[in-house]
């Protein structure tokens, strides 16, 4: 059974329609839209501030969502993709994002929609990630432009998550 616990009698506050992996970890000041999968060994640590999560976003396996204790709660939009073993922390990610695996997202940045942040990546503390670009490296920087391709990966992978969590 996934570990969904409060922390100072606040309870994670997740959609009926949510596909959570039994041993997911969700605690705290969580609040998840509907749709989503939180998938195996991650964890949504709500536990020093906020983390609010949208509709049909994905938080795929290994990937730990948390923020900074009266400083930076993370809100993740609609239609997100954080990939496996991910780090997401204290920081906004819009709506139609995928953040590859093993990227990191740091404290106070700004990742706006139709943006991709390829595999390993390090998107530094208050860094902005415009719209309709891929961002790569480390520390990330601006690589191109997205391809219509690319663009409409983003709208249809999260549909694909909600096909493979109706798996389980």
């Known amino acids: ?5 409060p922390v100072k009698d606040i309870h994670p506050v997740i959609d009926g ?25 991650a964890v949504v640590r709500g536990d ?9 976003s ?15 709660g993370t ?13 997401v922390h204290g920081c906004i990610v819009r709506d139609y994002v995928l953040i590859g695996m ?19 990546a390090v998107v530094l503390e208050n860094m902005v990630c415009e719209s309709g670009y891929l961002y790569a490296g480390i520390p990330a920087r601006k690589i191109k432009p997205l391809s219509e391709e ?5 709208k249809q992978l999260p549909h694909n998550y909600v096909l493979y969590s109706s798996w389980f």
């Open 48 to 56: 020093v501030n906020y983390i609010r999560i949208g509709d049909y």
């Open 102 to 120: 093993g990227a990191i997202v740091m404290d106070k940045a700004v990742i706006e929609s139709n943006v991709i942040i390829a595999a390993g």
């Open 150 to 154: 690319q663009l409409a990966m983003l």
């Open 58 to 72: 994905n938080i795929q396996d290994g990937v730990v969502i948390h923020c900074t204790y009266q400083k930076n």
């Open 1 to 5: 059974m996934p570990v969904i616990l």
């Open 75 to 87: 809100d993740i939009g609609n239609y997100v993709n954080v990939g496996h073993n991910a780090i």
């Open 17 to 41: 329609s949510v596909f959570i992996a039994d041993n997911a970890t969700i605690v705290g000041d969580v609040v998840i839209g509907k749709q989503c999968s939180i998938w195996f060994n």
